[in-house]
């Protein structure tokens, strides 16, 4: 059946204002794409450019902040939620058709960046030559503070649901599964950072282990570029969570689960999460679970194989530079090998040109090596 074009949105940007206390807000934006537009399929690396660029232009402060000067990013953005699909090598945007973004502030100092950003909004998102119109700013995730998660109502369970890859780095690997101590152990991280509030990691996360029970599970895996370099294994799905009975002897941590629970839509759910992954809502549902286009999830399945190669051949050096070393050729052999151009993937790296053009070239020779 041919596709049928989606109608313009009528929607025009607006004015936002929330309390000046806020710490945590998240914010859905409406893209339109006028024509149809094409895009690589590591294009999240560009949202993550083009959003720091903005706070950049307004805030170098912040910006440097951001790129360099903590631990635990205090912000999330997501991939285009909408109709995208593989088109030979790349992913193609429909003509007349609106996608939803989302970012998220983790601190006050973000937020407030945001609230000023928000009101004078440029009208194009321009994302590797394809300007998409902004068309609509809203809230998404109401404003709140970190004590008002830790002091607000609960239900007896949870449920949370990962609407895109969600993984975990355990033992220098990905580790895609919902253990709740990983879960929670990443949500600890932001309020460690960010709250004001620290808890004693060790203690809370053996808490954890002794006392959140899985109710039940729904999840299934994909792999899936992430970040400048490398592919992600990772899972969609829900999971629902509950407490043992003898949970509640440590009022404070049983307090401290449920506002947990809560941060997740905000700082969203293990690693990459300024890349699109990890992107996670509060309720158990199986509709909200966004698409992968077979294009990434080819791309990714071809770096993780070329590095397993270049690790391979590597294996004498070892160390972390040699993994790291490997992961960089595969990741740019792999997207020269899908038509992208030197250029483009050396600035999406950060890396000189030069650099690049010689990486793909000792790649290309010790991938000959294996034949």
Not at 170 to 176: A, G, I, M, V
Not at 215 to 242: D, H
Not at 343 to 365: F, H, I, N
């Amino acid at each position: 059946m041919p596709r049928q074009p989606r109608k313009k949105s009528n929607t025009s940007k607006s004015h936002l204002k929330w309390p000046p206390q806020t710490e945590l807000v998240g914010l859905e934006f409406e893209l339109l794409a006028q024509k149809d537009f094409y895009l690589v399929p590591q294009y999240t690396i560009g949202l993550h450019a083009w959003f720091l660029k903005q706070v950049q232009q307004s805030n170098p402060e912040l910006s440097a902040y951001l790129h360099d000067g903590e631990s635990e990013k205090a912000f999330t953005i997501s991939a285009l939620d909408g109709e995208i699909t593989s088109s030979g090598r790349q992913l193609q945007l429909w003509a007349n058709t609106t996608y939803r973004w989302y970012v998220t502030a983790l601190s006050h100092r973000v937020q407030e960046w945001l609230a000023e950003w928000t009101n004078n909004l440029p009208d194009v998102l321009d994302l590797h030559n394809a300007p998409l119109q902004i068309q609509s700013c809203n809230i998404a995730h109401l404003p709140t503070t970190y004590a008002q998660l830790l002091n607000s109502e609960h239900d007896k369970t949870i449920a949370l649901q990962f609407i895109t890859p969600t993984s975990f780095r355990r033992k220098s690997h990905h580790f895609p599964l919902p253990v709740p101590t990983n879960i929670f152990h990443s949500y600890l991280r932001r309020w460690n950072d960010f709250s004001g509030m620290n808890v004693n990691q060790d203690e809370f996360l053996d808490w954890v282990d002794n006392c959140v029970i899985i109710n039940r599970c729904q999840i299934t895996t994909a792999k899936v570029t992430a970040g400048k370099r490398g592919s992600v294994t990772g899972f969609t799905g829900a999971v629902e969570l509950g407490l043992t009975n003898g949970a509640e002897k440590n009022p404070e941590y049983y307090q401290l689960f449920y506002a947990l629970a809560k941060l997740a839509p905000y700082c969203g759910t293990g690693h990459k999460t300024t890349f699109g992954l990890g992107q996670t809502r509060l309720g158990w549902s199986s509709s909200g679970v966004q698409d992968i286009p077979d294009v990434q999830t080819m791309l990714a399945k071809r770096i993780e194989d070329l590095t397993e190669i270049f690790k391979g051949q590597r294996k004498r050096t070892g160390g972390t530079r040699a993994d790291e070393t490997a992961s960089k050729w595969a990741t740019i052999l792999a997207r020269r090998e899908m038509g992208e151009s030197l250029q483009v993937v050396a600035d999406d790296l950060g890396m000189p040109y030069e650099t690049v053009k010689s990486y793909v070239k000792l790649a290309r020779k010790a991938l000959k090596q294996e034949d």
